[in-house]
């Protein structure tokens, strides 16, 4: 059984930096891509960010790019999010998931995950 466990979260002031984690255990976690989504209360989750299993492939939501930075370390079966100047609107509930393969250009959509963390609070306060 896979398990996803985040962690990172929490209060921050707009224009701060939050780095989150993801260890995962349960299966050979090099061998899958992962992503980083959110949601807010009353909206549909959405895609952040991806990365393929090795890392040479990223992709990020337009609100991500520039500010947000999706990386892993296979060693230590942990995905992370690095987030700088962040703002209120990216406050929500933060979850990584893990893929089916080790890539897939459809991995912007929830059906490609087979695996889903708690979530991890993020509040920007302005």
């Known amino acids: 059984q896979v398990q996803l466990v985040e962690s990172g979260g929490g209060l921050v002031q707009a224009g701060d930096s939050l780095t989150l984690s993801c260890a995962s255990s349960?299966?050979?976690?090099?061998?899958?891509?992962m992503g980083w989504f959110r949601q807010v209360p009353g909206k549909e989750r959405e895609f952040v960010a991806a990365i393929s299993s090795s890392g040479s492939i990223t992709d990020y939501t337009d609100s991500a790019k520039g500010r947000f930075t999706i990386s892993r370390d296979n060693a230590k079966n942990t995905v992370y999010l690095q987030m700088n100047s962040l703002k209120p609107e990216d406050t929500a509930i933060y979850y990584c998931?893990?893929?089916?393969?080790?890539?897939?250009?459809?991995?912007?959509?929830?059906?490609?995950?087979?695996?889903w963390g708690q979530g991890t609070q993020v509040y920007v306060s302005s």
């Open positions: 998931a893990a893929g089916r393969s080790p890539y897939n250009p459809a991995w912007r959509h929830d059906p490609w995950y087979d695996y």
């Open positions: 349960g299966r050979t976690f090099s061998n899958y891509g």
